[in-house]
């Protein structure tokens, strides 16, 4: 069974830091690049991070840029998000994704199920 569990939301003032995990089991993680979205209420979600499936390539939303950093550990089929300088607009839930498109263009995408971050004195 594919699962993406993330983890390590809650609540932060603003400054502060959190580091989500993204645990994924049922399918060869390093196989799949990766990425971080999140969505505030009345909004459409958003990229905000992504790293391809060895790690040597990553990207990032300009939103974000210097101030969240995306990882990962294959051998622990595991994604990061670690979160500085947190600011009130950064709140919102936020979502792993694994995608792999094979030679045959098939694709596979997986996501989680999210987890909330509060940012707010």
């Known amino acids: 069974q594919v699962q993406l569990v993330e983890s390590g939301g809650g609540l932060v003032q603003p400054g502060g830091s959190l580091r989500l995990s993204c645990a994924a089991s049922g399918f060869t993680f390093s196989d799949y690049a990766v990425s971080w979205y999140r969505q505030a209420p009345g909004k459409e979600r958003e990229l905000v991070a992504a790293?391809?499936?060895?790690?040597?390539?990553?990207n990032y939303a300009d939103y974000v840029r210097g101030q969240f950093s995306i990882s990962r550990d294959n051998a622990k089929n595991t994604l990061y998000l670690q979160m500085n300088s947190l600011k009130p607009e950064d709140a919102a839930v936020y979502y792993c994704?694994?995608?792999?498109?094979?030679?045959?263009?098939?694709?596979?995408?997986?996501w989680g199920q999210g987890t909330q971050v509060t940012v707010s004195s």
């Open positions: 790293m391809a499936r060895n790690g040597d390539t990553t």
């Open positions: 994704r694994a995608l792999r498109l094979t030679v045959t263009m098939r694709k596979y995408d997986y």
